[in-house]
Structures are given as C-alpha cells and as structure tokens.
C-alpha cells in the first residue's frame, strides 16, 4: 500500500524552528520529485518547495527562500522540510507529496500523485 506519514509539526514561536518529515512506505521516495505545500482555511493549496527525483535541484517559494531546506534521506525513505525563522504567515497544514514527473520539477498541486494526511504548523506567541 503506497502511503506518505507527516511528522513534526506543532506549535511554536516567531522566530522559532520545525523540521516535519515525510516518511513513504509501498514505494521508494527517491523514484519520485517530493513536494512540501501547506493549506490554510479558505485559500488554495501553496506549493513551498520541491526536490526533484533526478539532480537533488530544489525548488522554493520567495516567502520561504533563505529560510526553508528541503533534503532527502534516500536510506530513510524520508524527506525533511527544515523550517527557520519562522513567522506566523507560515501557519498552515503541510503536506507532503510524490510525483512521478522527471524532466522538470513540479509545483502544481495536479502534478502530483501520491499525498500525506498533512501535519499542523503554527507559528504563535
């Protein structure tokens, strides 16, 4: 069964750090680009940021460049969205995402395959 688990949300302060994983299970994560978006109530769903399944080349939102990481961790079946300098505009549910897309890396909600339950991020004093 192909399946994608969120961790490491939460809640913490501006200024503060989280690094949610994705852990995949039924397929192998490095056969895949994998996407970070989040959600907030009554908008659509962002893409923040994607590693693509070929290059390791990265892509990010402006929001979150300089303060976002995306890596892998092909022995672990994992990806990792290291988070800093957090704000609360960052507030959201993030999910992760597998796409089988190779020759380019995807950011669009529709290129992507396989998605995660998602995992709560709040940024809060």
């Known amino acids: 069964q192909v399946q994608l688990v969120e961790s490491g949300g939460g809640l913490v302060q501006p200024g503060g750090s989280l690094r949610p994983s994705c852990a995949a299970s039924?397929?192998?994560?490095?056969?895949?680009?994998i996407g970070w978006f989040r959600q907030v109530p009554g908008k659509e769903r962002e893409g923040v940021s994607c590693?693509?399944?070929?290059?390791?080349?990265?892509y990010y939102i402006d929001s979150v460049k300089g303060r976002f990481t995306i890596s892998r961790d092909n022995a672990k079946n994992t990806v990792y969205l290291q988070m800093n300098s957090l704000k609360p505009e960052d507030t959201a549910v993030y999910y992760c995402?597998?796409?089988?897309?190779?020759?380019?890396?995807?950011?669009?909600?529709?290129?992507?395959?396989?998605w995660g339950q998602g995992t709560q991020v709040t940024v809060s004093s």
């Open positions: 995402a597998a796409s089988s897309v190779s020759y380019y890396l995807p950011y669009l909600p529709y290129e992507y395959d396989y």
């Open positions: 039924g397929f192998t994560l490095d056969d895949y680009a």
């Open positions: 590693i693509s399944s070929t290059d390791g080349s990265t």
